[in-house]
Every structure is written in structure tokens, then in C-alpha cells.
């Protein structure tokens, strides 16, 4: 126990070293250290938004919105599908998450079958007595489907997000359907809570004239009623348009907010060669009819085609102001979100408050350190110095190997450092104690310190592992702040086993072979 | 050079064991209080686990809570709570969870907002619908059950069953009375001081490790001596560096209490709670327990250490 091979001390000294080494850029701010040269190490142990200030939002696609669009669709096409094939049905609907109808003749299931495998080949039917019959998609589908969705999600918030300016944004997919945004430094989230509030899906479509909007129930088929929202007609006032999608959103290439002629803001779009020759064919065979601008599920404008619009480009107006004509010209460029988002989660911390918390946070680790290096001073005099050299070191490997993992350093995280240097000593603590009976037991000094850290070790190995193990279940179960404080506590256990074991005896294995006491002041 | 303070010079011999029915009695009634307290009184569960809106606000002077409650009671968002923090110019403002789903939450912040007076400083503000409230319930749940039985096996595997039995009640004594405690206080209870249990648990049972380890040296050692007695010497031997230990975490957990400012006061109060009944539990419920249930004085040969001296004998 004694004996320290000369590669035990080198990789010991080295790993100190290293530790002292990338603590280091954590004491300078980022742009000092950027400018270092390059040889020099540069991490920084990253702030959690708890600290440095700034938003948390955690939103859910909602997958169900995307069902009921897809199950309505599958309902149009069984209409169409039925009707040209001369198949009677009744009862035709969607009911959560599945389609329900019932054959007039049930011996014609296996032609409905065809028509149903021809319309989408992921629906599972299942037919039931008398003809009944329910559509389901396959589980494997479904998982397909929400895979996509929300990765398309993920990648339009990150357009969003970026239009709207924000410095490092950290945007996550959680979990099965969940999307975790971190934008440090955003003070008041509002404004990008209003960007993500709309899936902003536009679609143009023909206004159905000879319709009246009053009757809903003898609507052609092919019409859908939606509401009129163009700033000029009364609240609650509906208009028909086809269901048919002349141009959709998804071919428009650029989007600017702009003002009309008479001074009101509009939002000014582009289509690509595809939108805009699709666009100028409807146009100019539909001269003197209007169409309408469907932004989700709401017709914004309704113009009057004057004369066909041939340039590819054309201006929305309608009931904006400034900001929401910019806010939907964002969101046009970024393009459409497949699904809605809802909002579960919202966490925003101020920069002041965060700079409070590092202050306290920094000064109760402080004063921990101080009062727990002087308790060791007291009662173990030389070799609480050792254990106090020891400490410093633990405390430098820790902040190393937060700042190598990338780990983020939060509030909770700091608590979890300041604990771990009181319980760092425990480790010293055992092993001296230990040395204390032995010499009282009549060994001698060598014996003894050999005794001591040899006895100790394995209570010490004990003892640290049921903390590490409710370090893991915290970081693997918990959230946010408790992942923040299970990470630096799993470390501080790891780095504290190192330091109090290795350091501590290699100085006091230094000091004997150096002084060569009598006795040991313990 | 230095002359340390030696607390203790001569091994004690305190009688634990006979105070061991005391012990019993006493965690006995803490732990029906706790677990009665958390039934009747419930938790006071911050947005975390419960929902709902907090907001944090710094007013220019010093702040008029009974004016900025009028205002918010008008709004009808339900129960408003308002409270200072720290400072006389900081208040939190707590929104009752809304009725309906998540995008309510978010509304109801808005509303806040719109009707306090612009020169606000909004240092916080954290929203947490319902759905994450209840998933946060039971992932805590599931994580502090997980702890406790996975130290058991831990401790039954290193040591032999009666150990995991004793580590697993004293842990448990340990997470039951330190959630009495805050439905007694009615303390906030949210995420961090769900940390803050699930590090006792850790903690408290290296206490319980450190004295079964020298209890079962001691068995080695000591083949015939009455059990009663092998208990009392091994809490002798380690009390210590019990106190030692005890003290310098407890050193850190204050400093964090003192200066760690009012996110963390929650966290420190059940750490400083734990360190303390952590130690009491382990000197008087983990280690007289084996009293009850004892741990095979025969089997040591199997612990993977010098098998015992007889054998080498022979051999």
C-alpha cells in the first residue's frame, strides 16, 4: 500500500495536472479564452438557462389533429371510392381513431376491401357482423407517420427559430412525440411562442359562389365551409370555398412583410416555377371569381381575380398589423408545421436572477470549501492538510470533467458540488480513523497507515457506490434540475474516490519518506 | 507542525442497544406521523408535480402585495397566491392550475402579465401544464422506489440479506420522515427536493455501510461474542468518524442553507434533515435491527476474503 510504483505517481501527478489544466478557462470569460492560442485547452463547463437566463419550452406534436386530417381524408376518398364502384353503405364516420361504416350488402366486403387497401395501404380492416366494418392504421404506420411528423417538426421550429435571430439555440427531440427547445438569452418567450402557436399551413382555393354559406347541410360535395377572418367582415361570418387546393403553400419560395397601397401591412409571396405556373392557369380560366387565402383552416382574404397572375408573386391583405403580417411572413418561409404544436412546458429565467444564482450558488460553495478544509485542519492537523490538498484537487477534477463532458452546470448542479466536497472527506476521514485504532491497538506507524488505508478501502468503495447509484437513477429517471445535480454528484463521488485514496496517500507516503517520523501527528 | 483535535481519545462505551427499543419507539411514531401528516395534510407541491403558473417578479421599491393581489384576484384564474422572496422587492406570484388543458396555463401567464404594471421585472417564470405535472409525479415516484431497492440489493450482495433488510427500513425510515417533515412545514415540494430525498437515500445508508462493514469484521473477529455486545462495540468504534463525517457534510449542507439563496432552500432544509436522521437511523435502526433478524455467523468463507484460520490450518 505503501509502495507507489513510479507510473502510479506519474499518472497520478499527470491526471492532476490535466485537472488543474482544463480548469483554468473556466476562471477567464469565453471571448478572453477564444482568443488563447490553440494548443491551450479551451471548454467551459456550458450554464444551464437557470443560470445564464433564458427559455425552456417544451412542446408536444399533436398527433392527433394529424389522425383526425388523415382519417377525413380517407372518408372523402371511401365517398368518391363507393360511389363509382355502386357500393351502398351507411353510417360512414370517423370515431377517434378509426373510420366506421357499414355495407348495405355485406357480401360485397371484398370489393370494399380493394378499395380501401387502393386508398391507403396502412389502414387495417376489421369486418364485423351484418356488414359492419372499422379502418384502423396499423401500428407500424402510426409509429412511421409520427416518426416523420416530428422530425419535419423539429426541422421547421429550427427554420422559426432561426429566423427569428436567436443566439444558440439548443432544439431536441424528447422522448416519442416531444420537441424541447433551449434558447438562452430570450428574456420573454412570447413572441416565440406566438411563431410555433400556428402550424401555419396555407392553401389557395376557389370561393364556391353559388353555394350559400347558411346552409350546411345540402353543401355540394367538394365545398367545405370554413370561417371568413379578412379583417372587413363581421366575427362569425363563414364563406364556401372548394375543396379542391389550387396552389398550396409549400411551393411558395419567399415571403416578406410589406404594406398594400392604401398604407395597411401585408405580407408579399413568391411561388416557385411549379406554384406560379399552377397559379397563373386558375387564375386566368377563373377571371371575376374570387379565391380565397387559407391560412389553418381560416380564409384570411378573399380577392376578386382581376386578371390572371402570371408573375408568380402576389400580396395578402386582410386584418394585419405590423408584427403579425411579420409573424406569418416568418412562418411562410419556414414553412408549414405538420402538426400543431402544444405548448407543456414554459421556464424562463431572467439574466439577473441568473447572475444571483451563481453568485449565491458560487459563494455557498465557497464557504462549504473553507469550513470543511478548516474542519479538516482541526481535527487532523498535518494529515487534514493532506486531505485539504486532496479536496482542492477533487474540486479542479470535478469542473475538468464537467467541462470535457459538456455537461451543463446548473443550480441544483452547484449544490450537487458543494455537497460532494463535504462528503469527499468522508473518504479521509474513514481511513484516518482507521489509522488512529491501529496505532491505539499497538501497531506500529508503518503498519498502521498500511492498515488504515488498506481496511478502509473497501467501506470507502461501499459506501461511495450507493451514492453513485442514486446518482444514476436521478440522471436517467429525472429532469432538468435533477439531472443537472445527479451529474455533478455522480463526478464529485468518482473524482472524490481518486482524490482521497491516490493524493492523500501519495503525499503522506512523500512526507515519511521524506521527514522519516517517529510518530504520526493524527 | 499541527495539533489536531482528538474528539474522542479513548474508544466509548455508550450502550446503544439499550437504547434501541427507544430508538424503535421513536422512529415508530415518526414514521406513523409522517405517513398520517401526509395523508391528512398532503404536500404543498410546487408547480413542478402540481401545475399551474409561478412567476417571480422584482418591483422598482419595495413592493405593495396587497395592491398587486386586488388586481390579480380580479382577474378570475382562481386561487392567486402571492408571497415575498428574499428581498422586500422580490414577490412570487403563484397561479392555481387552470381548468382545462396545457394551452390554458399559457393563457392564464399572459393574462398575469397583461394586467401588472409594465415596469415589472420578470426574473422567472415557469409554467408547467398538467400532463408534465403528472409525469413528473410518477417518474419521482418510480425513482425513489428504484433507489431504495436497488441499495437493498446492493447492500445484500455485498453483505448478506439481514443487512439489505436492515439498509432498505433505515433508508426507508430515512425518504418517509423527510417528506413528513415538509408536509409538516408545508414546505415547497418540487423537483430539487426530490433530489434532495433521493440523495439521502444515497447517503443515508453510506452511514449504514460504513457500520455494517465494521460489524461484519467484527463477527469475523469475535466468533462467540454475544451479539448484543458486537453490536454495541462496532457503533462504538465508528461513532467517530460518524460525528466526523456527519459534521463536514453537514458544514456544506449549512453554508448552501445560509448563502445557497431561496431556489435551494428547500433542497437544503431536507439535506440538512437527512444528514442528521440519516446518522440517528443508522446507529438506532439499521444496526440494532440484526439484533431481530441476524445475519449466519458461519458462512464468512464465501464473502470472497481469507478463508478462516482453520481451514488454513488444515490445508
Redesign the interface.
Known amino acids: 500500500m505503501l509502495y507507489f510504483p513510479k507510473w502510479l505517481v506519474t499518472l497520478i501527478l499527470a491526471i492532476c495536472l490535466a485537472g488543474v489544466a482544463l480548469t483554468i478557462p473556466n476562471l477567464f470569460a469565453q471571448q478572453t479564452v477564444e482568443r488563447w492560442p490553440g494548443f491551450l485547452p479551451k471548454k467551459q463547463v456550458s450554464l444551464g438557462l ?1 443560470l445564464r437566463g433564458g427559455s425552456y419550452l ?1 412542446y ?1 406534436v399533436d398527433m392527433r389533429s394529424v389522425l383526425t386530417e388523415r382519417l377525413n381524408n380517407i372518408l372523402d376518398g371511401l365517398r368518391d371510392g363507393f360511389r363509382t364502384a355502386r357500393i351502398g353503405y351507411t353510417g360512414l364516420a370517423a370515431e377517434g381513431d378509426h373510420v366506421a361504416f357499414t355495407l348495405r350488402e355485406p357480401e360485397r366486403i371484398e370489393e370494399a376491401r380493394a378499395i380501401v387497401k387502393k386508398l391507403d395501404p396502412d389502414l387495417d380492416m376489421t369486418a364485423g357482423a351484418a356488414g359492419a366494418v372499422t379502418l384502423k392504421f396499423n401500428d407500424v404506420a402510426l409509429q412511421r407517420v409520427e416518426q416523420q411528423i416530428v422530425d419535419q417538426s423539429i426541422e421547421i421550429v429550427r427554420r422559426r427559430i432561426d429566423e427569428t435571430g436567436t443566439k444558440e439555440p439548443t432544439i431536441q427531440r424528447e422522448g416519442a412525440d416531444r420537441i424541447v427547445l433551449e434558447l438562452p438569452g430570450v ?2 418567450p ?1 413572441f416565440v ?1 406566438r411563431i410555433l402557436g400556428k402550424t401555419a399551413k396555407m392553401t389557395f382555393q376557389l370561393v364556391d359562389e353559388n353555394a350559400a354559406t347558411a346552409d350546411k347541410s345540402h353543401l355540394p360535395p367538394g365545398d367545405e365551409v370554413l370561417p371568413l377572418k379578412d379583417g372587413h367582415s363581421p366575427p362569425g361570418a363563414m364563406i364556401v370555398v372548394q375543396k379542391r387546393v389550387m396552389v398550396s403553400g409549400d411551393t411558395l419560395t419567399d415571403a416578406q412583410a410589406t404594406f398594400d397601397q392604401y398604407g395597411a401591412p401585408a405580407v408579399n409571396f413568391k411561388f416557385d416555377t411549379v406554384g406560379a405556373r399552377r397559379f397563373g392557369d386558375t387564375t386566368k380560366s377563373n377571371v371575376g371569381k374570387r379565391f380565397a387565402i387559407v391560412l389553418d383552416n381560416a380564409v384570411i382574404s378573399a380577392p376578386v381575380i382581376r386578371e390572371a397572375i402570371l408573375g408568380g408573386q402576389g400580396i395578402i391583405t386582410g386584418s394585419f398589423t405590423s408584427e403579425s403580417a411579420n409573424e406569418l411572413a416568418l412562418q411562410l418561409r419556414a414553412g408549414a408545421l405538420p402538426a400543431p404544436l ?9 439574466p ?2 441568473g447572475a ?2 451563481i453568485h ?2 458560487a ?3 465557497i ?2 470549501v473553507i ?2 478544509v478548516a ?11 493532506f486531505a485539504d490538498i486532496a479536496l482542492m484537487f477533487n474540486l479542479c477534477l470535478m469542473i475538468a470533467s464537467l467541462s470535457l463532458l459538456g455537461a451543463t452546470l446548473t ?2 448542479g ?2 450537487g458540488i ?2 460532494t ?3 469527499a ?2 473518504a479521509n ?2 481511513i484516518y ?1 482507521r489509522i ?2 491501529e496505532l ?1 491497538g499497538g501497531r506500529s506507524l508503518i503498519s498502521s497507515l498500511q492498515a488504515g488505508f488498506e ?1 478502509a478501502f ?2 470507502i468503495f ?10 444514476f ?2 440522471f436517467f ?6 439531472k443537472g ?2 451529474v455533478t ?1 455522480s463526478i464529485g463521488v468518482i473524482t472524490s474516490l481518486f482524490s482521497a485514496i491516490l493524493i492523500t496517500r501519495l503525499q503522506i507516503v512523500s512526507w515519511l519518506r521524506r521527514t522519516k517520523p517517529k510518530a504520526i ?2 | 507542525m499541527f495539533h489536531p483535535v482528538v474528539i474522542i481519545r479513548r474508544i466509548p462505551g455508550i450502550d446503544f442497544m439499550g437504547l434501541h427499543r427507544l430508538g424503535f419507539a421513536l422512529s415508530a411514531l415518526l414514521t406513523l406521523g409522517s405517513i398520517v401528516l401526509f395523508l391528512v395534510q398532503g404536500l404543498n407541491y410546487g408547480i413542478d408535480f402540481s401545475g399551474g403558473t409561478l412567476i417571480e417578479v422584482r418591483t422598482p421599491g419595495p413592493a405593495d402585495l396587497a395592491r398587486m393581489r386586488g388586481t390579480l384576484d380580479g382577474l378570475g384564474l382562481g386561487e392567486v397566491s402571492l408571497q415575498g422572496f428574499g428581498g422586500p422587492d422580490d414577490v412570487l406570484i403563484r397561479v392555481a392550475r387552470q381548468p382545462g388543458d396545457d394551452k390554458a396555463q399559457m393563457q392564464a401567464v399572459a393574462k398575469v402579465k397583461a394586467a401588472l404594471p409594465p415596469e415589472l421585472d420578470y426574473r422567472r417564470t415557469e409554467v408547467v401544464g398538467p400532463k408534465v405535472g403528472g409525469e413528473l409525479i410518477q417518474a419521482g415516484v418510480i425513482a425513489t422506489v428504484l433507489a431504495l431497492v436497488a441499495i437493498a440489493l446492493y447492500v445484500w450482495l455485498r453483505f448478506e440479506w439481514p443487512f439489505g433488510v436492515g439498509a432498505m427500513l433505515s433508508t426507508l425510515h430515512d425518504t418517509i420522515t423527510t417528506v413528513g417533515l415538509f408536509s409538516l412545514l408545508q414546505i415547497e415540494f418540487n423537483l430539487t427536493t426530490l433530489a434532495a430525498i433521493l440523495t439521502i437515500a444515497g447517503y443515508s445508508v453510506n452511514d449504514t455501510v460504513v457500520i455494517y462493514d465494521r460489524m461484519r469484521e467484527t463477527l469475523r473477529k469475535y466468533k462467540t461474542m454475544d451479539f448484543r455486545a458486537l453490536i454495541n462495540k462496532s457503533l462504538n468504534e465508528t461513532l467517530s468518524r460518524t460525528i466526523l463525517t456527519v459534521s463536514t457534510v453537514a458544514l456544506a449542507v449549512l453554508s448552501l442553507l445560509i448563502f445557497g439563496g431561496e431556489v435551494l432552500r428547500g433542497f437544503s432544509i431536507a439535506m440538512l434533515w437527512g444528514i442528521v436522521v440519516g446518522t440517528y437511523s443508522s446507529l438506532f435502526i439499521a444496526a440494532p435491527i440484526l439484533y431481530y433478524i441476524r445475519p449466519r455467523r458461519a458462512s464468512r468463507a464465501k464473502e470472497g476474503e481469507a478463508p478462516p484460520a482453520e481451514t488454513q490450518r488444515v490445508s
Do not use: N, Q
Not at chain 1, 461501499?462 to 446518482?471: E, I, K, M, Q, R
Not at chain 1, 429517471?477 to 435533477?482: D, E, F, I, Q, W
Open positions: 437557470d417544451l408536444e428574456e420573454d412570447e411562442k402544444v405548448a407543456l412546458e414554459e421556464r424562463t429565467v431572467g439577473d436572477l444571483d444564482s449565491a450558488g459563494l455557498a460553495s464557504v462549504a469550513l470543511v474542519f479538516m485542519l482541526v481535527f487532523y492537523g498535518l494529515f487534514g492538510f443550480l441544483p452547484i449544490a458543494a455537497l466536497l463535504g462528503m472527506v468522508d476521514v474513514l480513523e488512529r485504532e491505539r481496511r473497501g467501506t461501499d459506501s461511495h457506490l450507493t451514492t453513485l447509484v442514486a446518482g437513477l436521478m429517471l429525472g429532469s432538468g434540475p435533477v445535480f445527479a454528484l501527528p493524527i
